[in-house]
Nanobody
Framework: EVQLQAYGGGLVQPGGSLRLSCAAS????????FAWFRQAPGKEREGVSS????????FYADSVKGRFTISRDNAKNTVYLQMNSLKPEDTAVYYC???????????????WGQGTQVTVSS
C-alpha cells in the first residue's frame, strides 16, 4: 500500500521556522521525484518546491525562494521542507506528493499524502 505521511506542521510566529517531513512507503522511493504543495483557505493549490529523484535538482516557487529548502534522505525514505522566515501568507495546508518528474505541477504527481496544517500568526 502506497503511503505518504506528512507531519511537522503547527502554529508559529512570523519570522519563525518549521520543518515538514514526508515519510514514504509502498513504492521505490529512489525512483521518484517529490514535491510540496500548499492550499490556503479560498485559494487554489499551488506548488511550493520540488526535488529530483537523486536530490541533485531542486525548484522553488518565487514566493518561497531563499526561505524554504527542500531535501531528501533516500536511506530514510523521507523528504523534508525546511521553512524559515515564515510569513502569515505561508499559512496553508501543506501536502507532499511523488511523481516521476521534478515539477510543481500537480498533474504530474502519482501519489499524494494527507495534508499538515501550517499556521503563521502572532
Amino acid at each position: 500500500e502506497v503511503q505518504l505521511q506528512a507531519y511537522g506542521g503547527g502554529l508559529v510566529q512570523p519570522g519563525g521556522s518549521l520543518r515538514l517531513s514526508c515519510a514514504a512507503s509502498g513504492f521505490t522511493f529512489d525512483d521518484y521525484a517529490f514535491a510540496w504543495f500548499r492550499q490556503a483557505p479560498g485559494k487554489e493549490r499551488e506548488g511550493v518546491s520540488s526535488i529530483s529523484s537523486g536530490g541533485g535538482s531542486t525548484f522553488y516557487a518565487d514566493s518561497v525562494k531563499g526561505r524554504f529548502t527542500i531535501s531528501r534522505d533516500n536511506a530514510k525514505n523521507t523528504v523534508y521542507l525546511q521553512m524559515n522566515s515564515l510569513k502569515p501568507e505561508d499559512t496553508a495546508v501543506y501536502y507532499c506528493a511523488a511523481g516521476y518528474i521534478a515539477t510543481m505541477q500537480s498533474m504530474f504527481m502519482d501519489y499524494w499524502g494527507q495534508g499538515t496544517q501550517v499556521t503563521v500568526s502572532s
